[in-house]
C-alpha cells in the first residue's frame, strides 16, 4: 500500500544489498531507479527519437543489471504477477495503521500532479472508508497480504510503528529473513543513513530530482512519525472511522499500532 514505508525499507534493502559492494549507486543514481515500482509507467524520450514512449516498470526493471533486483510494488496480493510466487521470491511487506495512513495518503496526493485532486480532508477520509482509494480498499490489502503470510514463508511483515520504535531491531529481523550478516559496523552505518532527517536531506531518495512530484505543497518524507493522525482527525472523526475500523476487521487477528 502507499504511504506505508515502502520507501524507507526500500532504502534499507538496498544498502543491505549493495551498500559495500557499490557505494557509489547511493549518491549517483535515485532510489526509485534502483529500486522500481512495478506497476510505473511514464512518458520517455529515447536518446535520438522526437515522439515519447510509455516506459512502464517492467521495462526498467529489465534493465537492471544488479542481483539480486529489488522490485516495489503496491499491488493488492491478487494481482501480483504469479512469476513472483513461481520463482519463490523474498517478499517484505510493509504495513502501517490505518489513521497515519489514511493522513499521509492525503498529503502524497497533493504534491502528485498525475493522481486525482484528492479534494477537502472531510471528504477524503470518507473516500478512504468508503475504499476508494487508488490502490483500493487499505483493509482489502492488509487483510489479503496478511492471510497470504500464513501460508507462504517467503513473506515478511514490517510494520511502520515498529521502524519508528526501533529502527535496529527492524533492520536485524530482515537480515535474518534474507539471510544477510553485515557486521555490526555496517549495520549502525546503514541504520545512521536511513534516519528520518538523513532521508528527508538525500535528494537520491526524497524524490526532489523527480519533475512528477510538486514539493511545493509538502514534501514527500514529511514527519517520520507515529501518530499524526491526531493533527488531522475530529474527536467525532475518530469515532466514527474506529467503529468503522472495527467492523471492517473484525474477522483479522492483525493489530496496528496507533501510537509509539
Given amino acids: 500500500?502507499?504511504?506505508?514505508?515502502?520507501?524507507w525499507v526500500s532504502y534499507i534493502l538496498d544498502l543491505l544489498h549493495f551498500g559495500q559492494t557499490n557505494p557509489e549507486r547511493d549518491t549517483s543514481i535515485p532510489l526509485s531507479m534502483r529500486v522500481v515500482s512495478l506497476e510505473i509507467a511514464f512518458p520517455w524520450l529515447d536518446p535520438g527519437k522526437s515522439t515519447p514512449r510509455i516506459l512502464n516498470g517492467t521495462d526498467l526493471i529489465n534493465r537492471l543489471t544488479v542481483s539480486p533486483r529489488i522490485i516495489k510494488t503496491h499491488l493488492p496480493?491478487?494481482?501480483?504477477p504469479k512469476s513472483f510466487?513461481?520463482?519463490?521470491?523474498k517478499i517484505v511487506y510493509?504495513?502501517?495503521?490505518?489513521?497515519d495512513s489514511v493522513v499521509s495518503y492525503f498529503h502524497f496526493e497533493h504534491m502528485m500532479p498525475l493522481f486525482p485532486v484528492p479534494?477537502?480532508?472531510?471528504?477524503?477520509?470518507?473516500?478512504?472508508?468508503?475504499?476508494?482509494?487508488?490502490?483500493?480498499?487499505?483493509?482489502?490489502?492488509?487483510?489479503?497480504?496478511?492471510?497470504?503470510?500464513?501460508?507462504?514463508?517467503?513473506?515478511?511483515?514490517?510494520f511502520y510503528e515498529d521502524l519508528v520504535e526501533d529502527c535496529g531491531r527492524e533492520i536485524e529481523k530482515l537480515c535474518c529473513f534474507l539471510g544477510l550478516s553485515p557486521s555490526p559496523e555496517e549495520?549502525?552505518?546503514?541504520?545512521?543513513?536511513?534516519?528520518?532527517?538523513?532521508?528527508?536531506?538525500?535528494n537520491m531518495v526524497n524524490l526532489s530530482t523527480m519533475f512528477e512530484t510538486d514539493t511545493k505543497k509538502t514534501s514527500f518524507i514529511r514527519?517520520?512519525?507515529?501518530?499524526?493522525?491526531?493533527n488531522h482527525f475530529t474527536v467525532a472523526q475518530s469515532e466514527t472511522f474506529d467503529e468503522h475500523?472495527?467492523?471492517?476487521?473484525?474477522?483479522?487477528p492483525l493489530e496496528f499500532r496507533s501510537e509509539v
Fill in 1 to 7: 500500500m502507499t504511504t506505508t514505508g515502502n520507501t
Fill in 77 to 80: 496480493v491478487q494481482f501480483l
Fill in 85 to 89: 510466487w513461481e520463482q519463490k521470491c
Fill in 94 to 99: 510493509v504495513a502501517r495503521n490505518a489513521k
Fill in 119 to 158: 479534494g477537502e480532508w472531510v471528504s477524503y477520509l470518507q473516500a478512504f472508508m468508503e475504499e476508494k482509494m487508488t490502490f483500493g480498499s487499505w483493509y482489502d490489502h492488509v487483510k489479503g497480504w496478511w492471510e497470504k503470510k500464513q501460508t507462504h514463508p517467503n513473506i515478511h511483515c514490517v
Fill in 187 to 202: 549495520t549502525e552505518r546503514i541504520t545512521q543513513k536511513v534516519h528520518f532527517d538523513d532521508m528527508k536531506k538525500n
Fill in 223 to 230: 514527519k517520520g512519525k507515529v501518530g499524526d493522525w491526531k
Fill in 245 to 252: 475500523y472495527k467492523q471492517k476487521m473484525k474477522n483479522c
